[in-house]
């Protein structure tokens, strides 16, 4: 049986969890209070009109503000913003338990991996669509084509070392982000792996994977990621990250 538990709280990891936002304000509380003690939750406020910023701000996260729209532009406006060591990235729609997030920092820092992925595990018959489960596995069959990773998720629940992710460069600010961060780990070396995660039923009303045109929408960015050429010399940044 999976363990769903997270880690200890009074591990002595610590990191910054990066939670993209556009109108959240009805998951934010509940998304917030589930951050890990000494964990700092850097909430990217993508242009929300309900006062999620300010909700966020009052509950004690560090809002960023990141005007141009996009799932990448706010991931990576995060990262930027993100001090730690070590930088997760978890939805903040109530999906997702970032006190989950202190179990893939430790496997990271144990040399598990260098770069862990949430595999969700629906709880609920409702709580994963099933045009967005199918978008996602036909682009996780096309990514082993690309990569050979045999993962099934492309979830956005991860964690990572903060410079190795910045080492690789990602230039996606769309829907692409989350899979051109994986391509672009698999050609520099990194070990990518993926964890099993419970995804719950959102909070509130989905603004990419809960409508066919929003899927459609995620999938073409990411099929755009799978085309482009694979490096002539592929940079061995785990190399570099621990030579």
């Not at 363990?3 to 998304?31: F, H, K, N, T, W």
């Not at 730690?84 to 109530?94: K, P, T």
């Amino acid at each position: 049986m999976t363990d769903y538990s997270p880690a200890d709280p009074a591990a002595p990891l610590r990191a910054d969890i990066v939670l993209p936002c556009l109108d959240e304000a009805e998951a934010l509380p509940q998304v917030l209070s589930r951050i890990p003690d000494g964990w700092r939750a850097v909430v990217v406020d993508n242009g929300s009109t309900d006062g999620s910023a300010e909700i966020a701000r009052s509950l004690g996260a560090t809002v960023v503000h990141e005007p141009r729209r996009g799932f990448g532009s706010a991931c990576h406006a995060g990262l930027l913003a993100a001090e730690a060591e070590y930088v997760c990235f978890c939805d903040c729609d109530g999906t997702l338990d970032p006190a989950l997030l202190p179990g893939f920092v430790r496997r990271i820092a144990d040399g598990e991996s260098d770069l862990l992925l949430g595999r969700r595990r629906p709880t609920t018959r409702g709580a994963w669509p099933l045009h967005a489960r199918a978008g996602n596995a036909a682009l996780a069959r096309m990514l082993r084509r690309r990569t050979g990773l045999r993962l099934h998720d492309l979830g956005p629940m991860r964690a990572v070392r903060r410079e190795t992710l910045l080492a690789l460069g990602l230039t996606d600010r769309r829907s692409g982000y989350p899979l051109e961060m994986v391509v672009r780990a698999s050609d520099a070396g990194l070990r990518v792996a993926e964890t099993d995660v419970p995804y719950l039923p959102r909070t509130g009303r989905s603004k990419v994977t809960g409508t066919w045109r929003g899927a459609w929408h995620a999938v073409r960015d990411m099929r755009a990621v799978l085309r482009e050429p694979e490096p002539q010399t592929p940079r061995d940044v785990r190399a570099e990250a621990t030579g």
